[in-house]
């Protein structure tokens, strides 16, 4: 597959800004706490799932010194419809007894402390840092990585790799760039039956095959 061209990577980083400029997470959150748990659960589940189980969720356990003395069966209950619901149950009371023990009640905005907590791994870390604090990172979700590699941005075989190599490539802007890629991934440059027409990226697209990660 053909790669882009620096000239070319510099206009789809334009292009990207450009559209993008206020793309923000489409899942719902009033704090850092609401925002990793939405994102912990959002792992291989769609964000419009995980806004139908967190309110109720939220309005239960508000806080992480309630999620830490929540029973597991009882959020297993409220988060059943989600996918790896069992394994995720278990790590965000985990989580919430370590933020609570450790951390005084409080989100550490720190990669290296987030991937202490339980299910935080460095996408979800990135993610939360991005939507939270503007983070100049970048995280690659199933969509990143497909749109990636369709605009040879990337011949990488993991998001860790896909990763590295974008921001080499595109160094600033990266928040916005990867809120902007997951919408387009999402809604445009879809795994089957991409939206070709509605794309403002048609010149640069070196395939349409289906990428996973």
Do not use: W
């Not at 080499?168 to 387009?184: D, E, I, P």
């Amino acid at each position: 597959m053909k790669k882009a061209t620096k000239q070319q990577i510099r206009e789809i980083h334009n292009l990207f800004i450009e559209k993008y400029s206020d793309a923000v997470t489409e899942l719902n959150y009033k704090n850092a706490y609401e925002l990793v748990v939405a994102v912990a659960l959002s792992a291989q589940c769609t964000d419009i799932r995980v806004n139908l189980i967190t309110p109720a969720l939220f309005e239960k356990y508000p806080d992480p010194e309630t999620l830490a003395e929540a029973k597991i069966e009882d959020i297993k209950s409220i988060i059943n419809s989600c996918s790896f619901f069992n394994n995720k149950a278990k790590n965000i009371i985990a989580m919430a007894k370590r933020v609570v023990q450790v951390y005084n009640k409080e989100i550490p905005m720190d990669e290296k402390e987030l991937i202490t907590l339980a299910g935080v791994g460095q996408k979800t870390a990135h993610v939360v840092m991005i939507e939270y604090m503007g983070a100049n990172l970048m995280a690659v979700d199933t969509h990143v990585f497909r749109v990636s590699h369709r605009l040879g941005l990337s011949d990488d075989k993991t998001a860790t790799k896909t990763e590295e190599t974008l921001v080499k490539k595109f160094k600033n802007n990266l928040r916005t760039l990867h809120q902007g890629m997951v919408l387009f991934g999402r809604y445009i440059c879809k795994a089957k039956n991409p939206k070709c027409d509605e794309c403002f990226l048609t010149s640069y697209c070196k395939t349409k095959e289906s990428f996973k990660v």
